[in-house]
């Protein structure tokens, strides 16, 4: 890939040694980790948007179901589970 453009930065002295010694200790050039840091950065807000974006349609739809009351109760909720748990300690666990 073509790199044509360029990046310009300011920072600390020591963390400008310490980054360089790391890159070299990795026998790499100190551009392409951070370009590596870029991408990496990049795919981490990907992610970070299509978990915001899931999370918004999850809490809209459960908004939905509580405005329709359509919804279960807590208790309810807690009465399932612990039918199905059930279930499984009677299933799995070898009876004596």
């Known amino acids: 890939m073509q790199k044509d453009s360029v990046f310009t930065l300011k920072l600390e002295p020591d963390l400008h040694a310490a980054f360089k010694q790391a890159a070299e200790a990795t026998h790499r050039p100190a551009s392409q980790v ?3 840091l870029m991408r990496d950065f990049i795919e981490q807000q990907k992610e970070k948007a299509g978990y915001e974006a899931y999370l ?7 908004r939905q179901s509580v405005d329709a009351k359509s919804g279960k109760t807590h208790t309810a909720t807690n009465s399932e589970f612990e039918s199905r748990k059930q279930v499984l300690r009677d299933t799995l666990v ?3």
């Open 94 to 96: 070898p009876k004596n």
């Open 56 to 62: 918004e349609r999850k809490v809209s739809a459960a």
């Open 34 to 36: 951070v370009r590596e």
